[in-house]
């Protein structure tokens, strides 16, 4: 398996823009979590699903962030409008139901 | 709500010297615990559970952890450190009773295997 998969890796935009991170979980995982880790905040859990279905997203931080999972194999983070204070690493992480994550790569966010 | 508290920024130990990574938690209820590895640029790594059992838990690359409820604390360890384990170490807390998948993660501690 080739785990979890976020695209892109690296993404670098004007403030203002719409970004959209893209994940593929690991097929057969019915749960998938995105978090974005910066150096003064840490891990924050931003949102997670549940077959598909959005669970909590409490720690989404404003209404510019948006979540969707169409289906079992995707899942996007949206931005819109970016602003610098965005910039983070953003990770995409999966589980089959029996508590630990695989988290993806993660996607390196910054917006100028 | 759940909480995780790792006291330690920094760890530094000498290749071949055992290690420890202190984690503290707070639960309502009794804990799932987690410890994960990040290495530079890369996505965080399970290294091992604790769900019920045993309180010494084995993992992968040689770490282990011991869960002490009386103290609240999950510490990681591993007998001989290795230059290779120098990475971000990241333990996490789940409560049984929560029926979501609500994972909180501690700040991090990063630690230092000097050659």
């Known amino acids: 398996d080739a785990g979890v998969i976020q695209s892109p890796r690296h993404e670098v935009t004007e403030m203002g823009q719409e970004v959209t991170l893209r994940c593929k979980p690991i097929s057969g995982h019915n749960s998938l979590f995105w978090y974005r880790q910066t150096m003064m905040r840490g891990l924050e859990l931003l949102i997670y699903?549940?077959?598909?279905?959005?669970?909590?997203d409490s720690g989404m931080p404003e209404d510019r962030f948006s979540a969707k999972m169409p289906n079992a194999s995707f899942s996007t983070l949206k931005i819109q409008p970016s602003e610098p204070r965005d910039s983070a690493v953003y990770f995409c992480?999966?589980?089959?139901?029996?508590?630990?994550?695989?988290f993806g790569p993660g996607t390196r966010l910054t917006v100028l | 709500a759940q909480s995780v508290a790792q006291p330690e920024d920094q760890v530094n130990v000498a290749e071949g010297n055992p290690l420890t990574v202190k984690c503290t938690y707070s639960?309502?209820?009794?804990?799932?615990l987690f410890w994960y590895v990040q290495y530079p640029n890369r996505g965080l790594q399970f290294l091992l559970k604790y769900i019920t059992g045993d309180n010494l838990v084995k993992g992968s690359y040689g770490f282990e952890a011991e869960f002490n409820k009386s103290q609240t604390s999950f510490h990681l360890k591993k007998p001989s450190a290795l230059v290779s384990d120098s990475a971000l170490y990241f333990c996490a807390v789940r409560d049984q009773n929560d029926y979501g998948q609500n994972f909180v993660f501690g700040p991090g501690t990063r630690l230092s295997v000097l050659p």
């Open positions: 639960v309502s209820g009794n804990p799932y």
């Open positions: 699903f549940n077959n598909n279905v959005p669970i909590d």
């Open positions: 992480a999966s589980s089959p139901g029996t508590n630990e994550q695989f």
